[in-house]
C-alpha cells in the first residue's frame, strides 16, 4: 500500500509540472505571456461590450450554470448519494478532491496575490486574486468527479457524450471568465492544470485503495470504480461493519 501512494503521489508531483512552470512565468513577469494576456482581455472585451446581449448569456454562465457554488452543491449531493448507497471509499474521494481542490485553490491565490485585469468600461466584477481562476480549477474538479463516479452507470454508446459534456464544461468556464474580463489566460489555464493535478493525485490515491482492497485496475473510460453498479459496490474489507478483508 505504501509503494502504491508513493507512486501516486509521484503522479501528482508529475501532473503539477506545468502548473509549477506556468506559476513561474506568471511570478517572473515573462514578456510574451503578459502580451498574450493583454491581447486575449483587450480583444474580448471589445466583443463584449459590441455584444451585450452574447455578455448576458456569459454571465448567466458564469454566475448561475458554472458558478462554483452550483458544481460544488452537485459534487456535495453526489457525495451525500454515495453514502447512501454504502459506496464509502468513493464518497470519500469525491469529497477530498472537491474540499482538496478548492482549499489548493485559495492558497496558491493567497501566495501569487495577482491582480484581475482592470479594464475601462468592465462588464462583470470578481473579488479577490486572479492567480490561478477559481471558476476554472472548481470545472475541472466537479466535472472530473461527477464524470468518474457516474460513468459506470451510463450506457456505453452514451459516455463519449458524458466526455464531451464535462470538456465543454470546463472550456466553457474559462472562456466566460476571460470574455467577461475578471481574468488573465494565463489564469485560466493555470486553474486548469492545478485542478487536473489534483485528479490525478486523488485518482492515482483511488486506484491504489482499490488495489489494496483487492480490486483491479480500472481504465479510466469505465469510471473509478465499476463496481458501484453492484447491489453492494463496497468491499466487505471496508463496509462500516466489517472486521476482515475480502479476498
Given at each position: 500500500?505504501?509503494?502504491?501512494?508513493?507512486?501516486?503521489?509521484?503522479?501528482?508531483?508529475?501532473?503539477?509540472?506545468?502548473?509549477?512552470?506556468?506559476?513561474?512565468?506568471?511570478?517572473?513577469?515573462?514578456?510574451?505571456?503578459?502580451?498574450?494576456?493583454?491581447?486575449?482581455?483587450?480583444?474580448?472585451?471589445?466583443?463584449?461590450?459590441?455584444?451585450?446581449?452574447?455578455?448576458?448569456?456569459?454571465?448567466?454562465?458564469?454566475?448561475?450554470?458554472?458558478?462554483?457554488?452550483?458544481?460544488?452543491?452537485?459534487?456535495?449531493?453526489?457525495?451525500?448519494?454515495?453514502?447512501?448507497?454504502?459506496?464509502w471509499r468513493l464518497a470519500a474521494w469525491a469529497a477530498t478532491t472537491a474540499i482538496g481542490g478548492?482549499?489548493?485553490?485559495?492558497?496558491?491565490?493567497?501566495?501569487?496575490?495577482?491582480?484581475?485585469?482592470?479594464?475601462?468600461?468592465?462588464?462583470?466584477?470578481?473579488?479577490?486574486?486572479?492567480?490561478?481562476?477559481?471558476?476554472?480549477m472548481t470545472a475541472t474538479t466537479s466535472c472530473a468527479v461527477l464524470l468518474l463516479v457516474l460513468?459506470?452507470?451510463?450506457?456505453?454508446?452514451?459516455?463519449?457524450?458524458?466526455?464531451?459534456?464535462?470538456?465543454?464544461?470546463?472550456?466553457?468556464?474559462?472562456?466566460?471568465?476571460?470574455?467577461?474580463?475578471?481574468?488573465?489566460?494565463?489564469?485560466?489555464?493555470?486553474?486548469?492544470?492545478?485542478?487536473?493535478?489534483?485528479?490525478?493525485?486523488?485518482?492515482?490515491?483511488?486506484?491504489?485503495w482499490r488495489s489494496d482492497a483487492g480490486r483491479p485496475l480500472t481504465d479510466v473510460s469505465e469510471?473509478?470504480?465499476?463496481?458501484?453498479?453492484?447491489?453492494?459496490?463496497?468491499?466487505?474489507?471496508?463496509?462500516?461493519?466489517?472486521?476482515?478483508?475480502?479476498?
Open positions: 500500500m505504501g509503494v502504491r501512494l508513493l507512486l501516486a503521489v509521484g503522479a501528482g508531483a508529475v501532473a503539477a509540472v506545468p502548473f509549477g512552470l506556468l506559476l513561474l512565468l506568471v511570478e517572473g513577469a515573462w514578456p510574451p505571456l503578459l502580451r498574450l494576456d493583454a491581447g486575449a482581455a483587450r480583444r474580448l472585451h471589445e466583443v463584449a461590450l459590441e455584444h451585450p446581449g452574447w455578455t448576458a448569456t456569459l454571465r448567466f454562465l458564469s454566475d448561475w450554470l458554472w458558478d462554483p457554488a452550483t458544481l460544488r452543491i452537485a459534487v456535495a449531493l453526489l457525495t451525500g448519494w454515495l453514502l447512501y448507497r454504502r459506496a478548492a482549499l489548493t485553490g485559495v492558497l496558491v491565490k493567497v501566495v501569487v496575490e495577482r491582480a484581475r485585469p482592470s479594464l475601462q468600461d468592465p462588464v462583470a466584477q470578481a473579488p479577490g486574486y486572479s492567480f490561478p481562476s477559481g471558476h476554472a460513468l459506470p452507470l451510463v450506457p456505453r454508446r452514451w459516455r463519449g457524450l458524458c466526455w464531451a459534456a464535462a470538456g465543454i464544461s470546463v472550456v466553457g468556464v474559462g472562456f466566460t471568465r476571460i470574455a467577461l474580463g475578471v481574468h488573465w489566460f494565463s489564469d485560466v489555464i493555470g486553474g486548469w492544470l492545478l485542478g487536473g493535478a489534483v485528479v490525478v493525485l486523488t485518482g492515482w490515491a483511488f486506484e491504489a469510471g473509478l470504480e465499476p463496481e458501484l453498479t453492484d447491489e453492494e459496490p463496497e468491499p466487505r474489507a471496508y463496509g462500516p461493519e466489517s472486521g476482515s478483508r475480502d479476498r
